[in-house]
């Protein structure tokens, strides 16, 4: 068997996903360094030798953004011979979700600056990471469907009608309204807020929080959430 003298690296990539004002985002870094210095691209890097996956996908976060996610899991693993110019690298993607409006975004280390970026408004992106993106996003707008994960995204309390947008912004479909609140009420594992908030025009919204807990349980019985 003919051995490689060239060792493979490994890297994490992380696509973090964030919605406001009706929009879903991505964060981009850019580039401190070659390849494809002063470039867009998904935050990451390599794995050290003591670090698990998401040890290391969550350091390289956390130093090149300022972001912390409790919600990131695994996406795909992508090995093509020459998606990296220095050698042959591996990277495990993961993808996470997170509320913009809880952290204060700030490169450092490898990236020279950090945003936010529309999906409707991507700059080009080194690697192959545009791919990644794309596969995170057809991730997201299927398990959306059939697991509350897009709660995620929006604030600890809401009123019904963020949810609504939510999930026609990520799906790009509009909803009947009457019977989207009456399935997504149906399910019960939203709780009613007694904070209501008046607009200038129109009746109070009322708020809502996800019971997790009551979910988990739900689940664990055999409960079917389905949004199509």
């Given at each position: 068997m003919n051995v490689p003298n060239e060792a493979i690296r490994l890297t994490v990539d992380a696509v973090v996903f964030g919605y406001r004002d009706g929009q879903l985002f991505v964060a981009l870094i850019n580039r401190k360094y070659p390849p494809y210095a002063d470039q867009w691209a998904l935050p990451g890097g390599f794995v050290a030798p003591t670090e698990t996956l998401e040890e290391a996908?969550?350091?390289?976060?956390?130093?090149?953004?300022?972001?912390?996610?409790?919600?990131?899991?695994?996406?795909?693993?992508?090995?093509?011979?020459?998606?990296?110019?220095?050698?042959?690298?591996?990277?495990?993607?993961?993808?996470?979700?997170?509320?913009?409006?809880?952290?204060?975004?700030?490169?450092?280390?490898?990236?020279?600056?950090?945003?936010?970026?529309?999906?409707?408004?991507?700059?080009?992106?080194?690697?192959?990471?545009?791919?990644?993106?794309?596969?995170?996003?057809?991730?997201?707008?299927?398990?959306?469907?059939?697991?509350?994960?897009?709660?995620?995204?929006?604030?600890?309390?809401?009123?019904?009608?963020?949810?609504?947008?939510?999930?026609?912004?990520?799906?790009?479909?509009?909803?009947?309204?009457?019977n989207f609140r009456k399935k997504v009420l149906s399910f019960n594992i939203l709780v009613e807020q007694p904070q209501k908030v008046t607009p200038e025009k129109g009746r109070p919204a009322t708020y809502y929080a996800f019971d997790k807990n009551r979910y988990e349980t739900l689940r664990a019985s055999g409960f079917l959430f389905d949004i199509k």
């Open positions: 996908v969550q350091r390289e976060l956390r130093e090149e953004t300022g972001i912390q996610t409790r919600f990131l899991e695994q996406l795909y693993t992508f090995g093509a011979v020459d998606r990296d110019p220095r050698q042959r690298v591996v990277s495990v993607a993961y993808m996470g979700l997170v509320r913009p409006s809880d952290f204060q975004i700030q490169a450092s280390t490898d990236a020279q600056d950090v945003a936010w970026f529309a999906l409707n408004k991507l700059p080009p992106l080194a690697f192959d990471h545009a791919a990644i993106l794309q596969r995170a996003l057809d991730r997201l707008r299927g398990k959306l469907t059939y697991e509350p994960i897009g709660l995620n995204l929006l604030d600890e309390t809401f009123p019904f009608g963020d949810l609504e947008r939510l999930y026609a912004a990520i799906l790009n479909k509009p909803f009947d309204r009457r």
